[in-house]
């Protein structure tokens, strides 16, 4: 999936909360009167954007459901976000979790995660993440080798007992379709799926900025910072509604014979129409990628203008790289104009913060896809994750 850690890479009758979460649009819903007693009766949803998550504001803190995306019948869970002085009035919240706020102690299984408790002063809250070792980040790394951060294992095998003896308050994971997290009930730990990478758009990825607010007891500053988030990206977004030229773009690189194509209502697909180009596969209607094999992709993209590309060995892409795995490559008009656009993923650490800095990727696509459209930034503006990829 476009954009998602590789880290990143459920039950009952809905409450009319998780209704509200899978009917929201971009504006705010208003709950109706008959909503069970528990302290959310009228209360707005929060959330703008994201599709995945309602929380709605009480006198005690917060109700928040986490919606399942594979399921629109259900939700993955059901929390109460309870301040501690306020918890004599969190009353009747039998088939939901209380999470105390701000939460003292986190276990976080995605960088997309931790990263937003860093870029919020709250990292002290962290206290174990995963795949420590690929690490980009020299803050994050610096704590890991202090030993205030613990490394927990790796999304195939996670230290349990470490878990336990942390005594996390809750622990964030990324959850999957056929994914199983029982196993890390043991922890004591409130199990909180944070489903961050299922946002199919730049802007609801960005708003669980927003989650990590609420529980970390800092949701102004969250807010403020994605307002602003917001403001640039729809900015930049009207840069390019009226373009007169659309380049074509295709996308990504075979994987053991398969060519994983993002669909048309994809992530990567909404910033490539966000940035005035027609992905090849816009008509697609899927959310998802799909696979098709290298034969087919030529047939349909050999004449695009660009080609993007995320890069994720240690080692520099080059053309000659390109045609060195696979001879076919060449044969894309994107490879002979030298209009290929590479992200290399370790140095750029893209994984930890792309997703919260989504309008600095739909300027790094207008640079390269609109050059006219960034002139008032032609001499200063340098792309932050892409680049034109050189000899």
């Known amino acids: 999936m476009q954009g998602m850690s590789r880290k990143c890479l459920i039950h009952g009758v809905l409450t009319l909360v998780c209704i509200a979460c899978l009917t929201v649009s971009c504006r705010h819903q208003t709950k109706p009167d008959d909503t069970p007693a528990r302290g959310v009766s009228r209360s707005e949803n929060l959330f703008r954007y994201a599709r995945n998550v309602v929380a709605c504001p009480t006198e005690y803190g917060y109700w928040m459901e986490v919606r399942n995306p594979w399921d629109t019948t259900a ?87 470490l878990m336990i003896q942390m005594h996390p308050d809750i622990l964030l994971f990324s959850p999957y379709f056929d994914g199983n997290q029982d196993p890390l009930k043991v922890t004591g730990a409130v199990l909180f799926p944070f489903a961050d990478y299922l946002e199919n758009s730049p802007l609801g990825r960005a708003e669980w900025i927003r989650v990590v607010g609420l529980l970390a007891g800092c949701p102004q500053e969250a807010d403020a910072w994605f307002d602003e988030i917001e403001r640039r990206y729809l900015d930049l977004r009207d840069l390019c509604k009226e373009v007169e030229h659309r380049p074509t773009v295709f996308s990504d690189l075979p994987f053991n014979g398969q060519w994983y194509v993002a669909g048309g209502k994809s992530y990567i697909a909404q910033l490539f129409e966000d940035a005035g180009v027609d992905y090849i596969w816009k008509d697609n209607n899927s959310t998802a990628s799909f696979p098709l094999d290298s034969e087919t992709i030529l047939a349909k993209a050999q004449h695009a203008d660009y080609w993007r590309v995320a890069n994720s060995s240690s080692l520099p892409m080059t053309y000659e790289s390109l045609k060195r795995e696979n001879a076919l490559f060449a044969l894309f008009d994107a490879y002979k104009n030298r209009k290929v656009i590479v992200c290399d993923i370790q140095p750029t650490g893209y994984f930890e913060t792309s997703q919260m800095e989504p309008d600095v990727l739909l300027a790094d696509f207008i640079y390269f896809f609109h050059p006219e459209k960034m002139e008032i930034h032609k001499n200063t503006y340098q792309p932050k994750y892409y680049h034109l990829l050189g000899d």
């Open 75 to 161: 939700c993955m869970g059901r929390f109460a976000l309870v301040y501690d002085s306020l918890r004599q009035k969190a009353t009747g919240l039998e088939d939901a979790t209380r999470v105390r706020i701000p939460v003292q102690s986190v276990v976080s299984f995605s960088s997309t995660q931790w990263s937003v408790f860093m870029a919020l002063g709250k990292v002290g809250l962290v206290k174990g993440i995963l795949e420590g070792r690929d690490i980009h980040s020299p803050e994050m790394r610096a704590l890991l080798e202090q030993g205030v951060v613990r490394d927990v294992g790796t999304e195939s095998a996670k230290n349990v007992e």
